[in-house]
């Protein structure tokens, strides 16, 4: 099966740090770019960062710039989401997702350019 997992969420008080990972299996990553996007209780699914296949272009939502760090290990068929100086409005379920295009065609904060979804993770950063 072709699919995505992440794994990785918890609990955690703020300013703490987690790393997710999301794990490809059924397709090799390093022909993907890929993307992390979270969803809060109540609120539409918000995208966070994106990696390209290289790991040379690695752009971040405004509200986690300078916190989080997108990565990948093409070798190991994961990506990786370190996170750190956690707030609690950092709280969502976290999942990654895999880029549609095999070339960059842009919008890679928009859903619609993603074909396959993971099962997410839940971080909840709270004293």
Not at 56 to 75: E, H, L, M, Q, W
Not at 91 to 107: L, N
């Amino acid at each position: 099966d072709v699919q995505l997992q992440a794994s990785g969420g918890g609990l955690v008080q703020p300013g703490g740090s987690l790393r997710l990972s999301c794990a490809a299996s059924g397709f090799s990553l390093s022909n993907y770019d890929m993307s992390w996007f979270r969803e809060a209780p109540g609120k539409g699914r918000e995208w966070v960062s994106f990696i390209n296949v290289y790991g040379g272009y690695t752009p971040y939502a405004d509200s986690v710039k300078g916190r989080f760090t997108i990565s990948r290990d093409n070798a190991k068929n994961v990506v990786y989401l370190e996170m750190n100086s956690l707030k609690p409005e950092d709280t969502a379920v976290y999942s990654c997702a895999r880029y549609r295009h095999s070339y960059f065609a842009g919008q890679v904060s928009s859903l619609d350019q993603y074909n396959l979804w993971g099962q997410g993770t839940l971080v909840t950063v709270s004293s």
